[in-house]
């Protein structure tokens, strides 16, 4: 029988708990905070978290015939959930007809930094993670986020642990976690490269077990081998 | 959606007809969590989705949750009778590779794999 660690949802929603899983222990933000991937996954975030919360659903749909099928995305209760992240997600897809999760993908990331932003606000407001700011220099403002009694961010990573190296069948929310955290580079803020390597077969079998979360995913190595295209294209021309 | 559940020795036969969506899955998480919980430890809960005709998004979330609650109580979860519509979907959401239930082309092979009469 499985440890009971991994039983119950958190009482902390998604993109909080990827925010406060790249924090490292100095307060800081991990730097893969303002890769695409990250913020593509700080939205794919919220819209798993609206599916959870009811807000949302989600099928696979035939959208170019003949082409593999993919996610799609609807409104079912526009009510706010009460997470500025989050209502700022379902107020935007509210307003748009049924689209494709990579659509939305796509179009929300540009609003990833506020998202990232609402999200730290509302972890300062629980309590969850404190604000530092200093000056550098008289001039240069730099801002720590220091944990606070860090039960939140230990319960996550103990989670985590649980899943990958104890055998637990994952929650939907912890599904989901694992997969945009190893999409993001969270993962590898606390686990080695060994350690990650190892771990890939059971990361690829228990993460993203969600249509949308897949979808994101997609979309996400989709994004990075476009840049790595157009990179090899610059080079090229440079070399050439 | 239509759920019927019959009891055998060891088995709990759930049959879902129908579509789960979202609405669908409220029901269906309530009533299967109940049944799986009522049914005796080592148990195996066995969904007939030979009638099932639609899964949202809502209705993987279902599943995955009876599979993590089935696993915490030392139950065990199989699906059987798949159509290929919701097979699609179970594949593209990597729950049919990720070992979290086991998936039988008949009721009655997960009968058989369950040891049930």
């Known amino acids: 029988m499985a440890s ?33 991937a990250f913020g593509m996954s700080i939205v794919g975030a919220c819209l798993v978290e609206l599916c959870l919360r009811g807000r949302l659903d989600a099928e696979l749909r035939e959208i170019v015939p003949g082409a593999p099928p993919r996610a799609v995305v609807w409104v079912i209760d526009r009510s706010p959930v009460g997470e500025p992240a989050l209502d700022y997600v379902l107020s935007e897809i509210a307003a748009a ?11 929300l990331v540009s609003a990833a930094p506020n998202l990232l932003g609402m999200a730290l606000q509302r972890l300062q407001a629980r309590g969850i993670i404190a604000l530092q700011e200093k000056l550098i220099l008289w001039v240069l403002k730099s801002r720590r986020y220091p944990v606070i009694d860090g039960r939140e961010l230990r319960e996550a990573k103990l989670r985590i642990v649980d899943i990958l190296i104890g055998n637990s069948v994952p929650t939907p929310h912890d599904s989901v976690l694992i997969g945009l955290a190893q999409t993001s580079g969270v993962l590898a803020q606390f686990f080695s490269e060994g350690e990650l390597r190892r771990l890939r077969p059971k990361i690829d ?36 | ?9 060891g088995v709990e036969l759930v049959r879902i007809e129908g579509k ?26 066995i969904i007939d989705a030979s009638a099932l005709s639609y899964v949202s ?7 995955l949750t009876l599979a993590k609650s089935a696993q915490t109580s030392g139950r065990s979860l199989a699906v059987a009778a798949v159509q290929p519509s919701v097979q699609q979907v179970l594949d593209i ?17 997960a009968l058989q794999a369950a040891g049930a009469p």
């Open chain 1, 205 to 240: 079998e228990v993460s993203s077990l969600d249509i949308v979360a897949k979808e994101v995913d997609w979309a996400i190595g989709d994004e990075i081998r476009r840049r790595a295209q157009a990179l090899a294209l610059a080079a090229g021309a440079y070399i050439g």
């Open chain 1, 97 to 107: 007809d049924v689209t494709p999760v990579v659509d939305w993908t796509y179009r």
């Open chain 1, 4 to 36: 009971n660690l991994t039983d119950k949802t958190p009482d902390i929603s998604l993109i909080e708990e990827l925010c406060l899983l790249a924090i490292d222990d100095n307060g800081v933000i991990s730097p893969v905070t303002s890769d695409a």
């Open chain 2, 20 to 45: 789960l969506d979202f609405q669908a899955s409220i029901e269906a998480t309530e009533k299967l969590m109940a049944a799986l919980q009522s049914s005796p430890p080592g148990a195996t809960m």
């Open chain 2, 57 to 63: 998004s809502a209705g993987l979330r279902t599943l």
């Open chain 2, 93 to 109: 959401s990597g729950l049919t590779k990720a070992n979290i239930f086991t998936l039988h082309p008949t009721v009655d092979a």
């Open chain 2, 1 to 9: 959606m239509d759920i019927s559940i019959e009891q055998r020795v």
